[in-house]
């Protein structure tokens, strides 16, 4: 079967660079009826591997039937395990893996899923090559469960969207240690650390120009510019001072400039700096203990199997790390003691992530918007203010971590 006759059989728009020239790779290698990673055995080992929960098994086994009834669907699932898992194409996943809806109807999402699921075996041998014990393999296909839980809560069918972070793992060593989940990645962001060389004082600089509001978020986020009081930072760096306008504690940028001496303080993280990218799974709660024993297993972890890589510290991006949630919430709140734990900077993240995280409706009305946990009335009340919310950054230095355990 080449590859029109695969698009006009599945009736799919199936494009993305270098697809035609995959397809007829994938197709060599190909058998009807081969395909080990359908049959039931397979299926019922991975399920159990992950720990997938009973009430979605039968949803696996009823796609994996449709698949192998139909020889352009088995194809393709063939198709994407090689571009996925063997070639590791840098393609969009979304791309990569299409919907199938007129030809698999409300089953269109597992396809996703069970394909996702056929990585187990290609992630236990990733790993088993660098002696990561099995335990943070399984961990890392807890995302399955969580993600088709929200599908479902989306579409009342079983089914897989986020393709694109469950193949983190695969294409970025994503590594669920604990409660937390922990990806390798540069800091890219335009701030720097700097540390006072006798004591803890650290400054949070912003090390190029960008156009805050008056208020001190970046102007425009959440649609709002501020055309009367906006102002650009500026960094200035010699080999005695540097001058440029730092993030207070609260994580908005300050407009009057700061004069800094070298010899009093050294930059320990900046925008090239190796750290940890951190992401927090849904599936419990934000217990401060949990979180902190994340933290240093994760740097004693990557340590161990990647020794050549230096991490300065953890990375979060998230509206957990929102601020304006402080007069919001009581000051033993989980939300905010992971908050605390962090030095806070501005992002371009406005409030769609908090809308979305704590009112689980699409799209989202105010007037539509349940008001049942603390939180939800609590956000509510503030959004009827004409107030906002913001997706913030955070860093969390490695030597800080350390000192917890001293």
């Not at 494009?15 to 290698?29: N, T």
């Not at 198709?79 to 194409?89: A, M, P, Q, S």
Request: hydrophobic fraction near 40%; glycine fraction near 6%; charged fraction near 25%.
């Amino acid at each position: 079967m080449n590859y029109s006759k695969l698009c006009d059989s599945l009736v799919i728009e199936y494009k993305y660079p270098g697809v035609e020239e995959g397809w007829i790779i994938s197709q060599r290698s190909y058998s009807k009826g081969t395909l080990i990673m359908l049959s039931d055995e397979a299926i019922q080992e991975a399920l159990e591997y992950c720990k997938i929960p009973k009430e979605m098994h039968s949803a696996f086994y009823r796609a994996s039937k449709i698949i192998k009834n139909n020889d352009a669907l088995e194809r393709l699932f063939w198709h994407c395990i090689n571009e996925v898992f063997v070639l590791r194409r840098n393609a969009a996943p979304v791309k990569m893996i299409p919907r199938l809806d007129r030809v698999m109807g409300e089953d269109t999402a597992m396809f996703r899923a069970l394909l996702i699921l056929s990585g187990v075996p290609f992630l236990k041998n990733s790993h088993r090559q660098r002696n990561i014990p099995d335990r943070y393999t399984r961990l890392a296909f807890r995302d399955i469960t969580i993600w088709m839980k929200d599908y479902y809560r989306n579409y009342n069918s079983w089914g897989l969207d986020a393709v694109g972070w469950l193949l983190n793992p695969f294409r970025r060593r994503l590594f669920r240690i604990g409660r937390l989940e922990f990806i390798p990645s540069s800091f890219d962001h335009p701030i720097m650390i700097l540390k006072h060389r006798e004591n803890n004082d650290m400054k949070v600089m912003i090390d190029r120009s960008i156009e805050f509001r008056g208020d001190g978020y970046i102007n425009g986020v959440n649609g709002i510019y501020d055309a009367q009081g906006a102002w650009l930072s500026d960094c200035i760096i010699t080999e005695q001072t540097i001058c440029g306008n730092i993030i207070d504690e609260l994580g908005r940028a300050c407009r009057e400039p700061v004069l800094i001496n070298r010899k009093e303080y050294e930059i320990v993280l900046d925008n090239y700096s190796l750290v940890l990218d951190v992401h927090i799974p849904e599936d419990g709660t934000l217990d401060k203990k949990a979180c902190q024993e994340s933290y240093s297993e994760a740097l004693s972890f990557f340590h161990k199997y990647y020794p050549d890589e230096n991490f300065k510290g953890f990375k979060c991006t998230s509206w957990l790390l929102d601020s304006g949630l402080i007069p919001l919430l009581p000051e033993e709140s989980n939300i905010l003691l992971f908050q605390n734990e962090y030095m806070l900077f501005p992002t371009l993240g406005g409030e769609a992530q908090t809308l979305e995280r704590v009112f689980r409706i699409k799209p989202f009305e105010i007037d539509k918007a349940p008001q049942v946990s603390r939180l939800q009335k609590s956000l509510l009340s503030h959004l009827k203010n004409g107030e906002h919310f913001h997706s913030e950054g955070g860093i969390l230095l490695s030597n800080t971590v350390m000192k917890w355990n001293e």
